[in-house]
């Protein structure tokens, strides 16, 4: 069973491509079965990036272009209804604490199926852009990788508190733009213990990880997570759902074959996944819950049979942000 419980389009998020209904259609013919759009939410004046300054966009053209996400999706969810399972959501961005009020207003003013809790900024400076930014947030940080790591995961702690998001995005996004992104995060004691500190958490409250593939089309050795993360919440019960990320039709299921020889290197036997069902174990949403497939299951899905070939997203328009 495909699926994947992160996406974006160009139509919606100025580092995609496509529309919206482009990436839906793109999903059917990958033969995806069950699709989240999660566009990322609104976002305060100072908090735009570069692109979106360049295109004129403003706070309230943003939220502006996000009720029109919502009303499109909802006309996708109908309209394709009997050709592919759509979830509708989004991705939060845990920018500050001041994040608190904006993610509450959101989230409180539509029905979501379901959120992604993310961590795109540290000391309010994003540190996926690009490295200038990464070493602006470092500096910031006491001028060394695991200082801005340090206070990465606590940042992102403040955010597991505060939301206990369903779907944890990207856990170690950290890693992409620093000095060795393929070194193991927990090599730095300190690191370590606060990411066990996150885990544990996210087990508590009955957090799923995302494991996507995105870090391997940007170059990265192994999926968001790291393997050496991976293994430390496996050994905590903690359940995984898969994601690719994706910001463009050719991203769609990118690298899955990776990640399904990743998730059996690293003794991940099942993915959950979202269904519909009688009953919800989140409050916060309606009917919606998750299921499991073993992994050795959905290996023998003709989808990982003609997966798609991996994508080296530091060739691709949308590199500069997650």
């Known amino acids: 069973m495909p ?27 990958r033969k995806m079965q069950i699709l989240a759009l999660t566009e990322h939410m609104p976002r305060e004046q100072d908090d735009l990036y570069p692109e979106e300054i360049e295109a004129l966009q403003t706070q309230d053209s943003l939220i502006q272009l996000f009720d029109a996400y919502f009303m499109e999706a909802t006309r ?13 959501g989004v991705e939060v961005d845990w920018i500050r ?33 690009d490295r200038d930014m990464y070493v602006e947030a470092r500096v910031r940080s006491g001028g060394t990788d695991q200082q801005l790591f340090e206070d990465y995961f606590d940042l992102q702690f403040e955010m597991l508190r505060a939301l206990k998001p369903p779907v944890v995005g990207h856990f170690d996004l950290i890693r992409l733009k620093s000095d060795d992104p393929n070194a193991d995060c927990l090599r730095w004691d300190a690191v370590r213990q606060k990411i066990a500190r996150n885990l544990d ?29 991976c293994q430390m919440y496996l050994t905590k019960g903690g359940e995984f759902t898969i994601s690719d990320d994706c910001h463009s039709v050719e991203q769609i299921g990118a690298n899955y074959r990776q990640l399904l020889e990743f998730s059996e290197e690293t003794g991940i036997e099942s993915w959950n996944y979202l269904k519909r069902g ?17 992994v050795a299951e959905a290996k023998d899905h003709r989808f990982f049979k003609e997966a798609p070939p991996s994508v080296d997203l530091r060739r691709d328009v949308s590199a500069s942000s997650s």
């Open 3 to 29: 699926f994947s419980h992160h996406s974006h389009s160009g139509q919606f998020c100025s580092h995609g491509k496509n529309t919206l209904e482009e990436i839906v259609q793109g999903a059917i013919k």
């Open 76 to 88: 996708l969810q109908t309209a394709y209804a009997s050709e592919i399972e759509i979830f509708i």
């Open 97 to 129: 604490s001041s994040s608190m009020r904006w993610i509450h207003d959101l989230l409180e003013s539509r029905r979501f199926d379901l959120f992604i809790g993310s961590i795109h900024h540290v000391h309010t400076i994003p540190i996926d852009y």
């Open 201 to 229: 958490y996210i087990v508590g409250y009955g957090g799923h990880l995302e494991l996507s593939s995105a870090a391997l089309r940007k170059g990265l050795s192994e999926p968001y997570p790291a393997k050496p993360i």
């Open 278 to 294: 009688p009953f919800s174990n989140d409050a916060r949403s309606f009917n919606i819950q998750f299921s499991s497939i073993r």
